[in-house]
DNA sequence: CTCCGCTTCTACAACGATGTAGAGTATAGA
DNA sequence: TCTATACTCTACATCGTTGTAGAAGCGGAG
């Protein structure tokens, strides 16, 4: 019932392979039978079997994209900025959820799900570094993110631990002292909160500002919700506090929800910044200041080096950590009004993975 | 190079049919012969080629889902429920963004982009009535949304009027009687704006409130900026308002942030509600009322619908409105806390398109 | 006039799976 | 014992495209 190359071929009175060859583009075609062919796949309303195309040239055009959840706005920011760095590139996305869930994780590794695609980008949430072993995978693939490093895989990261020591930096440069964490993991050595929680740790230091655990508040899940109970615990708790580092944007958004509640003043009593720099933070009240860690940047250089392994690359596996800016609004009186201002920047790098 | 059933086969001593029955769980096998392949297949790390299944089975098992962006919330967590939907009944889901451009909206129907999967979800946002004409593609078809009414093809809707009357009921029911809207659409006469407003007419006019143009303020994007501007904008027009409906929640959020900027208490001054019940209406401060237009219902029943169509259905076209709750929070005073409270409930309904 | 190289096109064999038809066995019923 | 039926497995064609190899025509250089 579908129409094939086959008929386009006996309309135009050519042969099949003339006919791949006008859809395909083959440079060495009669104009006249050029025209032929292309009347003929208009009348007829054909249009090509991509099966068939994908078994012949063992290539489907396709990535897959592992992320937790696309509601969690971090990472539909991340599928937006993937789905157009491939489709500059004219390759299609498909987009997997894994809902941070361990087994979900694994079975991406495993390639146990359905398999399509050519390669697959993953950003795992639940995974950690005692899973490495199950990283040194038969296809292509790219990771995402601060869960796991040193995979036999190419690796997209970001600058964790200098962004949030620039991020506590820019709090304590405003005269802050007590600053308050939301969002650790306890006893993780990996990981974005980890890391995140070393930078804050370092920008301390630095300052020879003590570290106090009491500041530190613990949150599993990195949510508006887990934001916002850990702020109102930090508040309650009685210590001193006048500015907070969410380690993320969420966090900070639910963090905002707490201390709005207790009327506290942002940022006259009590600064804030996250860490993502999603679109909510710029119009929140007050607008909240994070860290950007180059969203774009990051999608388009996952897909360049996904695409690379594809199409055969057989360089060592690298990691790569694109640029990062410091983004002040008004949450740390950097603005008043609607603005922003980049009050740092750091470079990024690139480096093999042995 | 890569492992084929024909070397799965050989390596268990029976036929490439064989190796195929065992893989897609035919049941009359011997069960030393299942054993058999499935030891070669783990031995070999065999994994079925796709794309000639697909080729042989005429069948892809994967829908594409045409969305504006996902970073607008409401198509964010709309994927989310289409990706869940679609997974329970084993389908992956290909995602692809038109940016609300026509001229990309138009290229879904006519096909004329890279054709993968056996069906199309699609979310126009750009294209109006006029383009009716268009919508009668030859593949499976479900359309989303309020741009076009009519077309020859599934559709999956909302309640927006009665949705809309709904909340401005509530609104009324309060006692306010200034109610400005946000986001209205100048001369359309179908979409979710002027839906939406004419839902909120109706309810004046069922409360005996004289319609009040100065009230409606005009917002071409749906975005939080846009929304800020016009709640901004109506607010500086000097026309008292003691209440606001936000024609969706992403203007809504821009609205309390303008609503904030003036220090105008809320719901004390001025009550909101929004549309769509996104996930952040549930964290702002306060949080706001919404229409909740049954998101996850809408995926199912979309999905459900394009699978009907792909698997052969010849059903009259239908459109289905999957029933509503309009939800109540701080926003308008129905809850003290994080609570929430339904406050009215529509019900759905299923029709044949003629 | 011949040879070479370029252009234009065709024939045929893949790509790797599944549907169909049917060949052997085993089992049960008459 | 013989047939009918169910179970287990195989051979072969086929899905719709593209890669390969090469044929035919043409123009220009030698």
Redesign the pocket.
């Known amino acids: 019932m579908?129409v094939?190359?086959?008929d386009v071929a006996l309309r135009a009175g050519?042969?099949?392979?003339?006919v791949?060859?006008v859809?395909?583009g083959y440079?060495?075609?009669?104009d006249s039978?050029r025209r032929r062919v292309e009347e003929a796949i208009d009348e007829l309303g054909y249009r090509?079997?991509v099966s068939?195309?994908d078994?012949?040239?063992?290539r489907t055009g396709m990535i897959t994209l592992n992320v937790p959840e696309l509601s969690l706005p971090y990472f539909a920011e991340l599928a937006d900025s993937v789905i157009r760095a491939a489709d500059e590139r004219g390759w299609s996305v498909l987009i997997e959820q894994t809902g941070a869930e361990r087994e979900r994780e694994l079975e991406v590794l495993a390639g146990n799900r359905r398999h399509r695609g050519d390669g697959v980008l993953f950003s795992p949430l639940a995974l950690g570094p005692d899973d490495l072993g199950h990283f040194d995978v038969g296809f292509p693939l790219v990771v995402l993110g601060e869960r796991v490093f040193g995979a036999r895989a190419d690796h997209v990261t970001m600058n964790n631990v200098e962004g949030a020591r620039a991020a506590t930096a820019h709090l304590i440069a405003s005269g802050r002292r007590r600053i308050a964490v939301v969002g650790a993991h306890a006893g993780e050595v990996i990981g974005s909160a980890a890391l995140r929680l070393a930078g804050y740790e370092r920008a301390l230091a630095d300052a020879g500002i003590p570290f106090d655990p009491a500041l530190v508040g613990e949150a599993g899940l990195w949510h508006r919700s887990t934001g916002a109970e850990t702020m109102a615990r930090l508040l309650d708790s009685g210590t001193a506090i006048d500015a907070v580092f969410a380690l993320n944007d969420a966090m900070a958004l639910g963090a905002l929800h707490a201390l709005h509640e207790r009327r506290i003043d942002i940022p006259g009593d009590i600064a804030l910044i996250g860490f993502d720099d999603v679109d909510d933070v710029r119009y929140s009240v007050p607008t909240i200041s994070s860290v950007d860690p180059g969203r774009d940047e990051i999608a388009r250089t996952a897909v360049g080096l996904l695409v690379e392994r594809i199409t055969g690359s057989t360089e060592p596996f690298r990691r790569v950590v694109p640029p990062m800016r410091i983004v002040g609004r008004r949450s740390t009186g950097d603005t008043q009004g609607d603005g922003e201002t980049v009050v740092a920047a750091l470079p990024g790098w690139l480096e093999d993975i042995p």
Request: glycine share 0%.
């Open positions: 579908p094939r190359m086959q050519v042969s099949v392979k003339t791949s060859n859809v395909n440079p060495h075609i009669r039978t090509m079997n068939a195309r078994l012949r040239t063992r």
